[in-house]
């Protein structure tokens, strides 16, 4: 059964960067089938899509995130990673990581999140 | 301000059927057979309920459906219960610039 796991720091300073990471068990980071992304939830509110990515290293991000966003994969350790700079206080959220079948598809299964507060 | 409108809240007793809205545009909704719906109960991650508008996955219960109309989806509870009470989130892609939206979410009480 594949499973997805955040960690990462749960505080970070405004104007730094957030980095997460995603790691994968029961099944293959590599394969070919499937998009790993990355939503996140501000507390008390919706989901936002922040970005998705494929093994091979292509990228999608949102538009609105695009310019400070980067995901990346590291196969050899079955993980992939999120890097969100200049962060402010409105990018305090649970941040979590997903499969998805296609760029157009379900996000299935989740990782349970981690909790990211950006405070100096 | 979410991209996909859906209602802040609906309520239904045990065994009755409730449909939550949610409304988008030409650009996401209704154009693609991309929507998917989540549901999440306090301090857990999101879970698949629905997907492609209307499948439901391996070990969803068929009391949950789907349906969409020009660029308005919706999902369907049928036969309420006291743990179908959460919030619930639809999702759809939105073409090769936008990507993917979500909508606001919709709390559900069950009375």
């Known amino acids: 059964q594949l499973q997805l796991q955040e960690s990462g720091p749960g505080l970070v300073k405004p104007s730094e960067t957030l980095s997460l990471t995603c790691a994968v068990s029961?099944?293959?980071?590599?394969?070919?089938?499937?998009?790993w992304g990355w939503i996140r939830q501000p507390p008390g509110k919706g989901l936002e899509w922040i970005g998705s990515?494929?093994?091979?290293?292509?990228?999608y991000y949102n538009p609105t995130l695009k310019s400070r966003v980067t995901i990346s994969v590291d196969t050899s350790k079955n993980q992939f990673s999120l890097k969100l700079s200049s962060v402010t206080a409105a990018d305090t959220a649970v941040y979590y990581c997903?499969?998805?079948?296609?760029?157009?598809?379900?996000?299935?299964?989740w990782g349970q999140g981690t909790l990211v507060t950006v405070s100096s | 301000q979410s991209a996909l409108t859906q209602p802040a809240s609906v309520s239904g007793s045990p065994g009755q059927s409730i449909t939550i809205s949610c409304t988008g545009t030409?650009?996401?909704?209704?154009?693609?057979?991309?929507v998917s719906w989540y549901q999440q109960h306090p301090g857990k991650a999101p879970k698949l309920m629905i997907y492609?508008?209307?499948k439901r996955p391996s070990g969803v219960s068929n009391r949950f459906s789907g349906s969409k109309s020009a660029n308005t989806a919706s999902l369907t509870i049928s036969g309420l219960q006291a743990e179908d009470e959460a919030d619930y989130y639809c999702?759809?892609?939105?073409?090769?610039?936008?990507?993917?939206?979500f909508g606001g979410g919709t709390k559900l009480t069950v009375l």
């Open positions: 492609d508008v209307s």
């Open positions: 999702c759809s892609y939105a073409g090769s610039t936008t990507l993917v939206v």
């Open positions: 029961g099944g293959s980071i590599s394969s070919s089938t499937y998009y």
């Open positions: 030409i650009s996401d909704v209704g154009d693609y057979n991309y």
């Open positions: 997903a499969r998805s079948s296609t760029m157009r598809g379900h996000f299935d299964p």
């Open positions: 990515m494929y093994y091979s290293g292509s990228t």
